[in-house]
């Protein structure tokens, strides 16, 4: 059984840094391709950013990048998150998602077979 475990979320200000990470146990994680979504109030989950099981094919919403960045380190099985000059409308629940088979489906929630609990990240003014 994967398990997907978040952590690092947490209240900043505008302009504020927070790096969010995932822990795998349970399953390959070095050949999962990984992402990481979020959910805003009343909003559904959406799409934040993707990264290949080898770290080579990467991907953002158009609107954290440049502010965010993806990695993964196999040797710790650790999904990370570095959110960089943190806007209000970067609040919301960030969840990690795990093992994507196929690359057209990267953005979409159906996509990942295993989800964590998810962390809140709230970003004030």
């Known amino acids: 059984q994967v398990q997907l475990v978040e952590s690092g979320g947490g209240s900043v200000q505008v302009g504020g840094s927070l790096r969010l990470s995932c822990a795998a146990s349970?399953?390959?994680?070095?050949?999962?391709?990984m992402g990481w979504f979020r959910q805003a109030p009343g909003k559904e989950r959406d799409f934040v950013a993707h990264?290949?099981?080898?770290?080579?094919?990467?991907d953002y919403i158009d609107s954290v990048k440049g502010r965010f960045t993806i990695s993964k380190d196999n040797a710790k099985n650790t999904l990370y998150l570095q959110m960089n000059s943190l806007k209000p409308e970067d609040t919301a629940v960030y969840y990690c998602?795990?093992?994507?088979?196929?690359?057209?489906?990267?953005?979409?929630?159906?996509?990942?077979?295993?989800w964590g609990q998810g962390t809140q990240v709230t970003v004030s003014s």
């Open positions: 998602a795990g093992d994507a088979p196929e690359y057209a489906r990267r953005r979409s929630n159906s996509g990942y077979r295993y």
């Open positions: 349970g399953g390959t994680f070095r050949n999962y391709n």
């Open positions: 990264i290949s099981w080898n770290g080579v094919a990467i």
